[in-house]
């Protein structure tokens, strides 16, 4: 099975190169699923609904959200009625949405897709830790694949939870920080892992957005009113690949068999 996590895709520029460049890499990859992070799809800040659609009509099968998923108040309403777009699954029990989803893949597995937000410098909402026990505790038997999207602002909490799932979970990926590091790894009991897939988006700015708004806010302290940076626009991804049906691990998921950094870039 290979399946493909796209980074935090980030206002119209990240948009703009899914829309011209995922389809031909699924094809050419051989890709039977998608998983992005949409939550700063709406120009920088949050996702509408019309946007999510236009999203997972691009072929993304499931997407993942974190602290500003909620950035736009009229996905209030849409995200009950739309389980592929996922939230944080350790907000508050009532929080609109949902925190997991459950699917079939291309090539006929069913998976299910987990997303979590960290506590360490963002809003101190439910345990991520005790929350991903509970929600792989309620999976059914014939879930062979789990992947973890751990939205969180430190590389140790990240850290922390890629240890603490590991041979539970196939997958446990980092997003949030919109900055690639270069730590992929199989973990020892078969877990594929990375602290941050990186951003989809223009990299000519301060983690998407323009530079000079940002530089300005942190020379005077200003409140300022940010805008999507422009140049250098990558779609930087992890291609996650299984073993066979065989090759399980403790919770009888399928096993990681490699984990790679992928980054393309608009023509």
């Known amino acids: 099975m290979r399946i493909l996590f796209?980074?935090?895709i980030v206002g119209s520029p990240g948009r703009q190169i899914v829309n011209d460049r995922l389809a031909d890499i699924v094809s050419q990859r051989q890709i039977d699923l998608v998983?992005?992070?949409?939550?700063?799809a709406a120009s920088g800040f949050g996702i509408t609904p019309r946007l999510a659609d236009e999203l997972l009509g691009m072929g993304i099968d499931v997407l993942t959200g974190g602290n500003h998923s909620w950035d736009r108040k009229e996905i209030l309403d849409y995200m009950p009625h739309q389980p592929r777009l996922l939230r944080p699954g350790n907000f508050p029990e009532g929080t609109p949405g949902f925190g997991s989803f459950i699917g079939t893949?291309?090539?006929?597995?069913?998976?299910?897709?987990?997303?979590?937000q960290g506590r360490v410098f963002l809003t101190p909402i439910d345990d991520p830790f005790r929350k991903a026990d509970a929600e792989l505790a309620k999976l059914p038997a014939d879930v062979a694949f789990v992947l973890v999207d751990i939205h969180a602002e430190t590389t140790s909490e990240k850290i922390a939870m890629g240890w603490y799932l590991d041979g539970?979970?196939?997958a446990v990926v980092g997003t949030h920080t919109h900055v690639t590091t270069a730590d992929e790894r199989i973990l020892p009991q078969g877990t594929a892992y990375i602290t941050d897939v990186g951003m989809t988006g223009p990299h000519g700015g301060v983690i998407g957005m323009d530079r000079e708004g940002i530089i300005k806010r942190f020379l005077d302290g200003l409140p300022a009113r940010f805008e999507v940076a422009s140049g250098d626009v990558q779609m930087n991804c992890v291609l996650i690949e299984t073993g066979d049906a065989s090759e399980r691990n403790a919770a009888g998921r399928l096993r990681a068999g490699h984990i790679e950094r992928l980054r393309f870039r608009t023509d």
Request: proline share 0%; net charge positive.
């Open 105 to 116: 893949a291309k090539n006929g597995v069913k998976y299910a897709v987990l997303n979590l």
């Open 168 to 170: 539970r979970v196939t």
């Open 6 to 8: 796209v980074g935090d």
């Open 35 to 40: 998983i992005a992070n949409g939550e700063n």
